[in-house]
């Protein structure tokens, strides 16, 4: 079966938000850059993201790449072209129609993820923040990676905010990027 790989970047007290970096110049392309990097391996990983409407509209605007209308920096290419080429499954009972090679899933949501982890391939990766509790609710992540960055936010969403239980997790992996950032990677422990 296809391991639900989840990963997200994250402040020191646990803030979400895409825009949650630092402001300094140079440090922020930096540690942009070697986030890109990071991100880069971790779709490596997977053949196939399931994400979100928001999370799908935001990441189409950004990296789709028949579409975009800002020219992001050279570093960002391997990303672009590898988010760009997946195959994508977009959980929303809003949309109508995706494009950027993506595929609704409807229905319910155990069940539709239980059938995308039967099919054949490598893994199945999901980010954001909504999508992401669902799947937890359900114990469907096979392995949460917190790209912990060294900044503390003070404000803004968080992560498995109103979570019915707790998800008892085992670290397998720590990875410490030229940025500051630290790559923690865990696996659910089992009976727990």
């Known amino acids: 079966m296809r391991p639900l790989l989840y990963s997200i970047n994250v402040t020191l007290d646990g803030c979400v938000h895409h825009n949650a970096i630092p402001s300094d110049e140079a440090l922020q392309q930096d ?14 990983r997977a053949d196939a993201l399931l994400f979100g409407r928001v999370t799908y509209r935001m ?5 789709r790449l028949a579409t975009r209308i800002s020219t992001p920096p050279d570093w ?15 959980v929303s009972s809003t949309l109508y129609r995706v494009e950027w090679n993506s595929e609704l899933v409807r229905g319910d949501l155990g069940e539709a993820v239980l059938a995308l982890k039967q099919q054949p391939g490598k893994a199945l990766l999901t980010g954001g923040v909504q999508l992401p509790l669902a ?13 912990v960055q060294p900044r503390i936010a003070g404000h803004g969403p968080t992560l498995f905010a109103g979570l019915s239980k707790y998800v008892e997790l085992k670290l397998v992996d720590r990875k410490e990027l030229s940025s500051g950032a630290v790559a923690l990677r865990y696996e659910p422990r089992q009976g727990a």
Do not use: C, N
């Open 76 to 90: 960002t290419e391997p990303f672009a072209r590898t988010i760009d080429a997946m195959k994508k499954y977009v």
């Open 31 to 44: 540690q942009l850059r070697a986030t890109h990097r990071h991100a880069t391996e971790s779709l490596g």
């Open 59 to 63: 990441m189409e605007g950004a990296w």
């Open 135 to 147: 799947l937890a609710e359900l114990g469907l992540i096979d392995e949460y990676e917190f790209v």
